[in-house]
């Protein structure tokens, strides 16, 4: 197996989650997208630690454990603001300008 | 599940030492479409419980090269945290926020040319990168054998061993972000 | 099976832990399980101690920093993972006492405005103590770890006045910017881990040293994305967006905390990054320094100047200001010891002023209910000290000698021009000629103040400002002439010398 | 020589007062204004006394003017550090330069073996070295034996003490303290009188205004911030003074800041000081590292002399300096400021053009001037930016001040067109004309800006000369003479003494006319000419709107009490007398003798290693005369047009005086015009052309009959229009609207929609990761 075939899913996953953030209204649609690109992430440090150690899948194993943690936080955001407008469309959040 | 995995990763360390990895490349190939046509389904479908699914092949792939890439224990964790606390944690989302169930056509923005501009680019710049930089660097899996002599053929007590040596700061560190996000994440989420 | 573990945890050799290097965190660790504990126990009535043991437990914790900086020894923990020296002591003071200032303005700001007090305060101290680790961090996962245990408690912060839809996007802006930023910061990481062979910074660059700049354009990719996802931290343009929208609508303390003390985080991180890891290539650096640096000072600056409210300007002047302290990141290779002092210097100063700032708004708030230029009006009419403080912190932050963003400014020059390179006399000049444009929008306000009408409708009898806010303005008064007048206070304890840099 | 090392006490003195009448000024009898008064009288008496203690000390060093001037005027060698003398710095104390510390350090050990029997020699030399006051007695013995080997260096006395130590790494030290030589006396001599004298002023000026005792606080700070500046030993207290200063004038302008012009002219004049700010911080940065990382003046000053700093170095600091300088002393195109500053108390004023605040500019170049010497090249060139400002500024501040109205704007554009007179002199190499002129500026400026104060307090608070005063001659003889003498001396008129500073300033451009000038100005000496002329007109001008004709304003004018008239009395009478301090050498066949010649020179200048040597140019009977003619000239035309025009025949004029009787055919030639369009040409032609001729008569014929001073006022007002409010002003403003487009533009960025900000976030990031993976791909 090459290193690359990895890094290179790994990038494709990142650029469809950053395609996910930019266009998807829905709050929870937006963290998926932001799931997708942290995944990314441990597939490039799980294959470079093949070369490397057990450094990279210890940063992986944290890097799991935070993702999980945001979106917790990200959740009670979202329920936050959809008690507060009834709407999780974050596209219309722009009170806040200029 | 995870038993059923464990052929997997046996395969994958077949393939250690170079010589033949030909059938851990068919599952690699066969896996990483599904993952591409899962998660960009994740992004453009328009029904959001449909989303939340396809995120589950993607992540439960995500699963599966770890198990490749001879990572077993992250492999674990990542189905066990992913698919047994985040994707249900989106569900519970979902159903609190009591987002349509059924085919949406207002999930995106007017933004889509944008994003698969922006989406394009980027991977367009990162391949170039990648593939200028590691070219056709094939995966020896040299550093397992070093921590396999240390650890009594045990990645996971070396994994550990990592974990509670060098980087037992930042794991404590974290059990403190951990509560700060629980406990911030109550008081915003919760009626008062 | 036990016997197996037994077996296999024998070659576990147990980390030696300086508790001495690892006490201000574990004070701050004690005083978060203190809050806990006295919320739980007490409950309601527990509300207006919390307060009091927060700031007890940021002096407390100020103590073994103290102790540490006295006895002087550099102590590294971890296999080089985690470092207490000079620097990372001057920023944990930084941190704290920034904290500290920040607890004295939320005090009253939180006990009327019925938020969720004793949370408030456990967030803002697992915040700090994010901060205090980063300042130590030398390890990428170390850095990762405390840059989002600062980072998560602070997006909720943001979104502390629950029933205001204004915080409600405030704290969704900074949270969803803050995790695409990690996304990116994440993957650069990554890939700086993949090219380095570790997550320890001195490795890593040392093994950065070693590939050639030939044919690994991942370096570049590598290094931009990890600076890029600090420079959300440090709202650097183009990935400010979200600072100006945050700060208007996050609690007013919360702003100063977001301002002041998490920006310096972001600018620690960077410095660890930086000076002890990718420097070695600082051919792909410093450029990428170089344009954060210019688009932020001049975006910054211009549209501060658009700007009607004091907070939003404030937040754009820290933008053009976060400009001026990323400026010698982008000479760090030619002298790196006096370019890091050069940042170090700042960023305390920055703090003093700045907290200043939003202490004076804060007490100046009660009175008006508003951060609007043209409520500020005629101020010095009815609130004559206010005025006369918030004069002065305008005037460091134009950089009005003898005050102490003169010496600030100072440093960022003289660092520039010291390296005589294109980058550095190209970034002199723009600097000169954007702390020109600064002026205006800083003297807008105190005009406004001393010159201006009282608008119709303000209540001008005299103010009691509360004695907390009041000491507040007072510490960071005192500590912004002090720094002006005394160059020699700041300049000892930022002068790190090769030393640090050794690594 | 106590005074000499205790000169910080004149600035901490009046920094106290400032405090003191902040603290208890309210309730004192006189409102605080008794503490001010007694402060800085006591800072004259002491800076008087610096001054005879500074006579002495170089009498000392020099005794005899004769040796020195002798070789000051020729020896291209004095300013070389390879034969400086170390007994030059033999009261700079230990610490405060580290360039004569390295030379005493190495001086020592020669003196050590060559000076064996020199016992004198070695006692000055430990004396020198342990910082001590006692060093007097026996440097005189010393100088006066070393006379003979032909150096008479000044010997500046500099006491400091360590501000902080820069870090380790590079041991240099920075310092805070005084550096005394003649220029800085004699600065601090003119800040004493002119601040003395306004405040005693001021007491009578401001009585009764709301803010009295908050002014009087800020003038003690002014004067104190002036002083701090003169007397600094650092440029970064250079740096502290000048923005103090800043700060001051804002106050003090922005005093009566009810009234919305009053606070934005405060805030424009701080803003376009902020311009020149800024050159002033990386000029003097750039200083602090190429001198070794020193901020001593002593350390620029010598090794900037002596050639220890690159050329380029030296070129870019200076170039930045200038733009504070520009901003600061009103020099053109950054002189906006300045008029509008005139919404300040006119005291203020006066203190501001005379003594403070705009001769910061003019004393920064002086004090720092190797650097600019040496950077721009001033020797045996015939151009450099100093001198170009200069002259602009001196053509084009006198050509505005024809079109004013306002009587204090017409001092105001005095100033800065005189300023560019001094800026110029700095520029062609004439560093003793440029403090010379800015010593008897300071008097005539003074006794002009507080006259029109006077005037002004007679004609109810109008400053408004065309519409508002007239006649005041009789009414107000004191104001008027001093008014008339000061206006003699800014002409030029021989004996005033601006005749003597103004002729030295334009025979130091060492042209045809005269010789021994540190290079060739031509073109300069041409503008400063007109420049001079157009002086003697506006103020023609002024005098006749003034104290001539018909009182035009309301109510009863009178003149002012004892404590205005007083100081206009004294101010008029140095203006009138100064110029004797500094008498040439010989005026043609009449030598003067040595006691009385080039006093100011000896007292002031500065010989010796920090200082280069420039040459003096000698007094040039034709120039002189020439110089007199054009500002004869600049008096006679607008008193032919405004005192007889209207009271006797024309012709009688023109059989009197060629350009006049030129000027009258262009008036009969007006009437020609008129005739020859009205009536001659009838008919198609009568419509556009008639209104083409009437315009042409308004305009052009007009000016033409008016001669040649007249027609400056059109090109004033053109000027005043076009340029100056228009191309000046409108840059000053495009630039500010353009910012704020730009901002406004860049504003819509910010739409508010997080995943507007997501795009632009990836957006960036992707694209700066292309350019940086091509461009290290």
């Known amino acids: 197996m090459l290193l690359n075939q990895f890094l290179l899913l790994a990038a494709i996953l990142f650029s469809i989650g950053v395609y996910g953030v930019i266009v998807r209204r829905n709050g929870v649609l937006v963290l998926m997208s932001i799931e997708l690109i942290l995944n990314s992430v441990n597939i490039n440090l799980i294959a470079f630690s093949t070369y490397h150690g057990l450094g990279g899948q210890v940063f992986a194993l944290f890097v799991i454990a935070v993702a999980a943690a945001e979106v917790g936080v990200g959740l009670a955001i979202v329920l936050l603001i959809y008690r507060n407008r009834r709407s999780v469309d974050i596209d219309a959040l722009d009170e806040l300008k200029g | ?192 | 099976m036990l016997a197996l573990l037994a077996q296999a945890s024998d070659v576990f050799t147990k980390p030696t832990v300086d508790y001495h290097a690892l006490a201000p965190e574990l004070i701050l660790v004690g005083t978060i399980i203190v809050l806990a504990l006295v919320d739980s126990w007490k409950l309601e009535r527990a509300r207006p101690v919390m307060s009091a043991i927060a700031g007890l437990g940021l002096l407390a914790a100020l103590v073994p920093v103290i102790t540490l900086a006295v006895d002087g020894t550099d102590r590294v923990l971890l296999d080089g993972g985690y470092v207490v020296d000079s620097m990372s002591l001057v920023l944990k003071a930084l941190f704290i006492v920034s904290a500290y200032v920040v607890v004295l303005l939320s005090i009253n700001y939180m006990a009327e405005g019925d938020y969720w007090e004793s949370e408030y305060y456990t967030l803002l101290i697992c915040s700090v103590l994010g901060m205090t680790v980063m300042a130590s961090s030398r390890d990428l996962i170390g850095i990762f770890i405390a840059l989002e245990l600062l980072s998560i408690p602070a997006y909720m912060l943001a979104a502390w006045r629950k029933g205001d839809e204004r915080s409600n996007e405030a704290g969704m802006k900074y949270y969803l910017m803050g995790v695409f930023a990690t996304g990116i910061l994440l993957y650069g990481m990554s890939l700086a881990y993949g090219l380095g062979g570790s997550t320890n910074l001195e490795a890593i660059g040392l093994q950065l040293a070693d590939l050639g700049s030939d044919g690994v354009p991942v370096v570049a990719l590598a290094l931009l994305f990890t600076i890029i996802g600090f420079g959300f931290k440090v709202s650097a343009v183009p990935f400010h967006t979200w600072a100006p929208d945050t700060y208007e609508g996050a609690p007013t303390p919360v702003t100063a905390f977001l301002a002041v003390a998490s920006k310096a985080a972001g600018f620690v991180a960077l410095i660890q990054v930086t000076y002890f890891c990718f420097i070695v290539r600082s051919d792909v650096i410093e450029p990428i320094f170089f344009v954060l640096s210019i688009s932020s000072m001049t975006v910054g600056n211009l549209i501060a100047l658009r700007q009607s409210n004091v907070i939003r300007m404030l937040a754009y002047s820290g933008i053009a200001q976060a400009g001026f302290m990323l400026a010698p990141f982008a000479v760090a290779s030619s002298d790196p010891a006096l370019s890091l002092q050069a940042v170090v210097t700042y960023l305390v100063i920055y703090a003093a002023m700045n907290l200043g700032a939003f202490a004076v708004i804060i007490a100046i708030a009660r009175r008006t209910r508003s951060a609007e230029l043209e409520d500020l009006g005629g101020l010095f009419t009815y609130m004559p000290g206010l005025a006369v403080a918030f004069t002065l912190f305008l005037a460091s932050l134009i950089g009005i000698p003898p005050l102490g963003g003169w010496w600030a400014k100072f440093g960022v020059f003289a660092s520039l021009i010291e390296a005589d390179s294109g980058l550095g006399w190209t970034l002199a000049i723009v600097m000169a000629v954007n702390t020109a444009i600064a002026a205006y929008y800083y003297l807008a306000v105190a005009r406004a103040m001393w010159f201006d009408d009282v608008p119709e409708g303000t209540d001008t009898s005299p103010v009691r400002t509360p004695a907390t806010l009041g000491f507040a303005v007072v510490i960071t008064l005192i500590a912004t002439l002090l720094f002006g007048i005394l160059p020699q206070v700041v300049n000892d304890v930022t002068d790190f010398g090769l030393v640090a840099l050794g690594g | 020589m106590w005074f000499l090392t205790h000169t910080w006490i004149m600035p901490a003195l009046m920094a106290l007062s400032f405090l003191a009448i902040l603290a208890v000024g309210k309730r004192l009898p006189k409102k605080g204004s008794e503490i001010g008064v007694a402060a800085v009288g006591i800072c004259f008496v002491l800076a008087l006394l610096t001054a005879g203690s500074w006579w002495q000390h170089t009498n000392d060093t020099g005794e005899s003017g004769e040796h020195a001037s002798g070789v000051l005027a020729v020896a291209p060698g004095a300013g070389d550090a390879e034969e400086h003398d170390p007994e030059a710095f033999s009261d700079v104390e230990q610490g405060c330069s580290r360039v004569v510390d390295e030379a005493d350090h190495e001086g020592n050990s020669e003196k050590a073996e060559a000076d064996h029997e020199g016992d004198t020699e070695g006692e000055e030399h430990s004396s020198g070295i342990a910082p001590g006051e006692s060093a007097s007695a026996e440097s005189t013995a010393v100088a006066t034996a070393e006379e003979g080997e032909g150096h008479a260096a000044t010997k500046p006395v500099v006491r400091c003490f360590t501000w902080f130590d820069n870090g380790p790494a590079d041991s240099s030290t920075i310092t805070v303290g005084t550096m005394v030589d003649g220029q800085s006396v004699f600065m601090l001599v003119v800040v004493g009188l002119i601040s003395l004298l306004v405040h005693i002023y001021s007491t009578d000026y401001v009585n009764g205004d709301r803010r009295y005792t908050h002014y009087f606080a800020f003038l003690s700070l002014f004067t104190a911030s002036m002083m701090f500046f003169v007397l600094a030993q650092s440029t970064l207290q250079m740096i502290v003074g000048w923005e103090l200063v800043g700060v001051c004038s804002f106050a003090l302008i922005g005093h009566w800041w009810e009234e919305k012009p009053n606070s934005n002219a405060a805030l424009k004049a701080f803003l376009t000081n902020r311009v020149g700010d800024i050159g002033l911080l990386v000029g003097m940065i750039i200083l602090y590292f190429a001198a070794g990382r020193s901020f001593s003046i002593l350390d620029i000053n010598i090794l900037a002399a002596s050639g220890g700093i690159s050329h380029g170095l030296l070129l870019v600091a200076s170039v930045c300096l200038l733009a504070a300088v520009m901003s600061k002393s009103g020099q053109f195109i950054l002189h906006t400021w300045l008029p509008d500053a005139m919404a300040g108390p006119t005291p203020v004023s006066a203190l501001i053009h005379a003594a403070t605040m705009v001769v910061a500019g003019i004393y920064l170049v002086a004090r720092l001037y190797p650097v600019f010497f040496e950077g721009l090249s001033i020797a045996g060139s015939s151009v450099n930016l100093l001198a170009v400002v200069g002259a602009v500024t001196a053509m084009f501040g006198a050509l505005l001040a024809f079109v004013q109205k306002d009587v204090k704007k017409v001092l105001a554009y005095s100033t800065i067109s005189q300023l560019g007179f001094m800026v110029t002199a700095l520029g062609v190499g004439a560093w003793t004309a440029a403090m010379f002129h800015l010593f008897t500026h300071a008097m005539f400026k003074a006794c002009l800006f507080l006259g029109a104060g006077s005037m002004s307090h007679a004609a109810h608070h109008s400053f408004n000369m065309v519409d508002d005063y007239g006649g005041l001659r009789k009414i107000m003889p004191r104001t008027f003479w001093t008014f008339i003498i000061a206006t003699g001396a800014l002409a030029g008129i021989f004996p005033l003494s601006g005749f003597w500073s103004k002729d030295e300033i334009l025979a130091g451009h060492g042209t045809f006319f005269s010789e021994g000038g540190n290079g060739t100005y031509h073109v300069m000496l041409a503008m400063l000419i007109i420049g001079a002329f157009c002086t003697a007109a506006y103020m023609t001008r002024t005098i006749w709107y003034c104290f001539y004709g018909e009182y035009r304003g309301v109510g009863t004018p009178h003149e002012s009490g004892p404590r205005i008239t007083v100081p206009l009395i004294i101010l008029a009478t140095l203006g009138a007398v100064v110029g004797f301090l500094n008498l040439p050498k010989s005026i043609g066949p009449i030598n003067f003798p040595e006691s009385l010649h080039t006093q100011f020179e000896q007292f002031v200048e500065p010989v010796g290693a920090y200082f280069p040597s420039i040459s003096h140019a000698e007094f040039n009977v034709p120039l002189a005369l020439f110089s007199l003619a054009v500002a004869g000239l600049g008096v006679l035309l607008p008193y032919l047009y405004y005192f007889k025009g209207g009271l006797a025949p024309i012709r009688d004029l023109s059989e009197r005086n060629a350009l006049a009787r030129w000027g009258k055919n262009v008036l009969v030639n007006k009437y020609y015009f008129d005739w020859l369009y009205t009536d001659v040409i009838t008919g198609f032609v009568k419509g556009p052309l008639a209104r083409a001729a009437n315009w042409f008569n308004a305009k052009v014929l007009d000016g033409i009959v008016d001669g040649v001073g007249a027609g400056a006022v059109v090109t004033g007002q053109w000027v005043y229009e076009n340029i100056d409010q228009e191309v000046v002003d409108g840059a000053v403003n495009a630039a500010g609207t353009t910012a704020t487009e730009t901002g406004g533009v860049l504003r819509y960025l910010q739409s508010g929609r997080i995943q507007q900000y997501a795009a632009l976030f990836f957006a960036a990031a992707a694209l700066l990761a292309g350019v940086f993976v091509v461009a290290t791909g």
Do not use: C, K
């Not at chain 2, 169930?101 to 923005?109: C, H, Q, Y």
């Open chain 2, 1 to 192: 599940m995870i038993a059923a995995l464990a052929p997997l990763s046996f395969l994958a360390q077949s393939a250690t030492g170079n010589s033949f990895d030909v059938p851990a490349n068919v599952v690699f190939y066969i896996v990483a479409a599904f993952m591409v046509f899962a998660a960009i389904r994740v992004v453009t479908t328009d029904n959001i419980v449909h989303a939340a699914l396809w995120l589950i092949l993607v992540l439960s792939g995500v699963g599966l090269n770890f198990l490749l890439l001879q990572a077993e224990f992250v492999a674990i964790t990542q189905i066990l945290v992913y698919l047994g606390a985040i994707v249900v944690l989106f569900l519970f989302g979902i159903m609190l926020t009591r987002a349509p169930l059924g085919r949406a056509d207002d999930l995106d923005n007017n933004m889509r040319p944008i994003g698969v501009a922006v989406g394009l680019l980027l991977t367009a710049v990162i391949a170039f990168a990648l593939i200028r930089t590691f070219g056709n660097d094939s995966l020896t899996f040299e550093a397992y054998a070093g921590s396999q002599a240390v650890a009594g053929n045990n990645r996971t007590t070396a994994l550990a061993n990592e974990i509670f040596g060098p980087q037992l700061i930042p794991f404590e560190v974290l059990s403190v972000l951990l509560t700060a996000a629980l406990i911030g994440a109550i008081v915003l989420a919760r009626r008062d």
